[in-house]
T-cell receptor, first 114, second 116 residues
C-alpha cells in the first residue's frame, strides 16, 4: 500500500528565516509525481510545488524548493525567507501506483513568528 | 488551471438527515475524487468517480452511506446519508488534470459539515 509519512506534526520558524518540512514515501513505481500542498484556515488546498521523479533537478518555485532524494524516497520542502502568510498546514502527497488517486501524509502545521 | 466550484461551503445539519455536495468543473475531466478531512486530520479518499461507471469506494466507505453521481465530465455530487456527529468533517472534491505538459490535481474549496 502507498504510504506517505510526515514526521513533524508542528514546526515553527521566525519570519524571514528558512524552514524545512520532511516527507518520506513508499512506492514501487519508477516514474511518478510528488506534491506539496498548503492548506490555510480557509481550507483551500493550494499546490505549492511538484516534482517529477524522473527529473534529477530539484523543483523550485520562488521561495519554495524541494530536496528530492529518490533512492531514499525522501521529499522535503524548504521555505526560504518565511512570511506570516506561509503559516498553514502543509501536506506531502504522492499518487498511488496506478497513478490516479493521491495519498497524503499526516500534515505539518507551520507557525511563523513575527 | 481547472477551476472547481464546490457547494455548499458549509452547513449545519441535524442527525439522521442527508446532505448533497456538488462540484462543478470548468473543463471536462475524466477522474474526479472525493476526500474527507476529519477535524485536525489529513485527507482520506472516499471514492473515485468516473463518468459512465459506478464510483470506486475505498476501504471503510460504502455506497449506501456516501452515494456519488457523475452524470457528465464536468459535474459530480457526493451525498452524506443518515448523518451522525461522526460525519462532521470537511469534504473536498478533486480532479486529475493534464495541463502545461504535466499532471496535477486541483481541489474544490471544501464543504465544512457540522452534524448536531
Amino acid at each position: 500500500a502507498q504510504t506517505v509519512t510526515q514526521s513533524q506534526p508542528e514546526m515553527s520558524v521566525q519570519e524571514a528565516e528558512t524552514v524545512t518540512l520532511s516527507c518520506t514515501y513508499d512506492t514501487s513505481e519508477s516514474d511518478y509525481y510528488l506534491f506539496w500542498y498548503k492548506q490555510p484556515p480557509s481550507r483551500q488546498m493550494i499546490l505549492v510545488i511538484r516534482q517529477e521523479a524522473y527529473k534529477q533537478q530539484n523543483a523550485t518555485e520562488n521561495r519554495f524548493s524541494v530536496n528530492f532524494q529518490k533512492a531514499a524516497k525522501s521529499f522535503s520542502l524548504k521555505i526560504s525567507d518565511s512570511q506570516l502568510g506561509d503559516a498553514a498546514m502543509y501536506f506531502c502527497a504522492s499518487p498511488n501506483n496506478a497513478g490516479n488517486m493521491l495519498t497524503f501524509g499526516g500534515g505539518t502545521r507551520l507557525m511563523v513568528k513575527p | 488551471s481547472a477551476v472547481i466550484s464546490q457547494k455548499p461551503s458549509r452547513d449545519i445539519c441535524q442527525r439522521g438527515t442527508s446532505l448533497t455536495i456538488q462540484c462543478q468543473v470548468d473543463s471536462q475531466v475524466t477522474m474526479m475524487f472525493w476526500y474527507r478531512q476529519q477535524p485536525g486530520q489529513s485527507l482520506t479518499l472516499i471514492a473515485t468517480a468516473n463518468q459512465g461507471s459506478e464510483a470506486t469506494y475505498e476501504s471503510g466507505f460504502v455506497i449506501d452511506k456516501f452515494p456519488i453521481s457523475r452524470p457528465n465530465l464536468t459535474f459530480s455530487t457526493l451525498t452524506v446519508s443518515n448523518m451522525s456527529p461522526e460525519d462532521s468533517s470537511i469534504y473536498l472534491c478533486s480532479v486529475l488534470i493534464y495541463e502545461g505538459g504535466t499532471w496535477g490535481y486541483t481541489f474544490g474549496s471544501g464543504t465544512r459539515l457540522t452534524v448536531v
